[in-house]
């Protein structure tokens, strides 16, 4: 699964970007998905709960989210105070806390606070915990939701070293901002034509054979999209070789 680009803005500084620059590049979009029903996914640089304050306003728009918290965010149980870390749950378990008082920040309403620690991993032991804020009611949809943040991971790789090499370009602010836009372009069009191999079960002949202990194919929407037309040409390419190399013995075919 891969995110698609949508729309971004620059930011002036070096470092993580603050509520007031992510609500300039949230707003239009609530905007132009309003026929549709949102969900934000992100990581714990929006971990401030203004932010989650700022959206439960718009839940009447059918906008929701899930916004993964720092460990040592406090959670208030009975009349006390503690670190969500503190809160106990199993390898592989999922559990849902609903309507808690998040911080001691006043005025900033309840919410459902989801926790879940991975499964090991090929017999490997995984010690990573999701804390996830959201104004989602249960646990499996807070769960899948946030899962499919993944997949923004591995477009900025595809954006990056996995496809368009984007980093080495070192153009200035509006060159770079047109190169994103034709990357976005491009971007789109490779993951969409990807998928189109993919439901037409003719992955195979391009992306590499599955391998022992791999349950999907190695390569994504996305490649298959960028590079299916490299496989076209050179099955072509081949076929015409093929048809040469027999019309040196005619006889022999």
């Not at 203004?50 to 965010?73: D, E, G, P």
Request: aromatic share 12%; glycine share 6%.
């Amino acid at each position: 699964m891969r995110g698609l680009p949508i729309y971004w803005k620059f930011l002036t500084h070096q470092g993580s970007s603050n509520l007031t620059e992510q609500q300039a590049v949230m707003r239009p979009v609530f905007k132009l998905l309003k026929k549709y029903k949102i969900v934000l996914i992100a990581d714990r640089e929006f971990h401030s709960i203004f932010r989650s304050h700022w959206l439960k306003k718009y839940q009447k728009y059918n906008v929701y989210f899930a916004l993964r918290r720092k460990k040592s965010t406090m959670i208030k149980r009975g009349q006390k105070y503690c670190n969500i870390s503190e809160l106990k749950v199993n390898i592989g378990e999922t559990k849902l806390f609903l309507n808690q008082k998040i911080t001691k920040i006043k005025r900033v309403g309840m919410y459902n606070l989801l926790i879940y620690e991975k499964q090991r991993y090929r017999h490997k032991s995984v010690s990573e915990k999701w804390y996830i804020l959201s104004n989602l009611s249960t646990a499996g949809k807070v769960k899948k939701v946030y899962s499919q943040r993944m997949g923004i991971e591995a477009m900025f790789k595809d954006y990056k070293t996995g496809g368009y090499n984007l980093e080495s370009s070192k153009a200035n602010e509006k060159r770079l901002n047109n190169l994103i836009l034709l990357i976005a372009i491009s971007y789109t069009i490779n993951s969409l034509a990807g998928e189109k191999i993919k439901n037409k079960r003719i992955q195979e002949y391009i992306s590499r054979t599955n391998e022992k202990r791999r349950k999907y194919r190695r390569h994504s929407n996305f490649y298959l999209g960028l590079s299916g037309i490299n496989w076209i040409v050179n099955d072509n390419f081949m076929w015409e070789l093929v048809g040469d190399l027999m019309m040196l013995n005619p006889h022999k075919t």
